[in-house]
């Protein structure tokens, strides 16, 4: 099973154009679509989930025609929104067992696949709470529960992280990297490290196009020998935005560590580093703000 995505356009009546010509091919197995806020992410995987139509392009999913068979897609589609809004006042189990009605799970079988979908994220001792009471990393791992009902071939989760704290994150991560590696599950994010502790695939993608698609390892060789640091002064930052092409900078026990591009030894005290996927990432945004 694969997703092949070609050509997708959208622009909204607003005139943002917020695909432009995206052609992906995703494969089964995790798969990462990495952008800023705003970068069309979510105009992405909407169209996808058939909540929204494009403007022009094609996505198969295996034979069915995502944007045209919209029913067929639905009934292998599992999605967790960004506002996953049900936060209902009864029971996690109810409001499981009412989606599961929803989605056409067989009276007979409800029982045995909501109790091991609410094991599965680990809210079975909560079941009898309302899904309103819940903590965030509560909610969302509710959300993949009820993503996950019917079996679905394709999951997408659309920035499931935003707004968890570390515990909760990486108990969302365990929980995701259990799906099954015969399914696809693209998750959308803006988070760096959602991609580098999850995804075998990945794309970024900046002002609706697709800037780099591949493995995050083909990402860091494309950067090998090139990256380089310094830990420089606060009223330096300027200064050394001019003269090198900074990507990325962060505070490191309150001093600013900047990490430049270079294919040559910069010199002037840059020490070589090995680049991280937050390198890969900034120089592909970076070179598209820049043009
Ligand atoms: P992301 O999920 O990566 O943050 P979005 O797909 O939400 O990005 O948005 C991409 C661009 O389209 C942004 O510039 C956003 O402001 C714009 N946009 C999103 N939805 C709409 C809409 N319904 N009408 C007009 N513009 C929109």
Redesign the pocket.
């Known amino acids: 099973m694969q997703l092949t995505i070609r050509q997708l356009n959208?622009t909204?009546?607003?005139g943002?154009?917020?695909?432009q010509d995206v052609s992906l091919d995703i494969p089964t197995g995790m798969y990462g679509l990495l952008?800023?806020?705003?970068?069309?992410?979510?105009?992405?995987?909407?169209t996808l989930a058939t909540l929204?139509d494009a403007d022009s392009g094609s996505a198969m999913l295996g034979d069915i025609d995502v944007l045209k068979d919209k029913d067929a897609l639905r009934r292998v589609l599992g999605y967790l929104p960004?506002e996953f809004g049900v936060y209902a006042r009864i029971s996690a189990y109810e409001m499981l067992d009412h989606l599961a009605v929803l989605k056409g799970i067989p009276g007979a079988q409800r029982k045995a696949v909501v109790s091991a979908l609410l094991q599965r994220v680990n809210l079975w001792e909560h079941r009898k709470k309302a899904v309103s009471s819940y903590s965030g990393g509560m909610r969302q791992r509710f959300g993949i529960a009820q993503a996950l009902l019917g079996d679905p071939q394709l999951i997408i989760v659309?920035?499931p992280t935003a707004g968890l704290d570390p515990g909760e994150r990486n108990r969302f991560y365990n929980l995701l990297s259990e799906i099954g590696e015969n399914v696809i599950v693209i998750l959308?994010t803006?988070i760096v490290e959602d991609v580098k502790e999850l995804c075998s695939n990945m794309a970024i993608?900046n002002?609706?196009q697709v800037l780099f698609a591949g493995t995050p390892d083909d990402a860091l060789r494309a950067l090998d020998g090139k990256v380089w640091e310094k830990a420089i002064l606060k009223a330096e930052v300027g200064d050394y935005q001019q003269r090198y092409r900074v990507i990325s900078s962060k505070l490191v026990a309150g001093k600013p560590i900047i990490h430049i591009l270079s294919d040559t030894d910069p010199g002037d005290g840059f020490r070589h580093t090995e680049a991280g996927l937050e390198d890969v990432f900034f120089a592909k945004i970076g070179a598209e703000e820049v043009r």
């Open positions: 959208k909204y009546p607003n943002v154009r917020a695909l952008g800023p806020n705003g970068a069309g992410k979510s105009t992405l995987m909407r929204q960004q659309d920035e959308s803006h993608i002002n609706g």
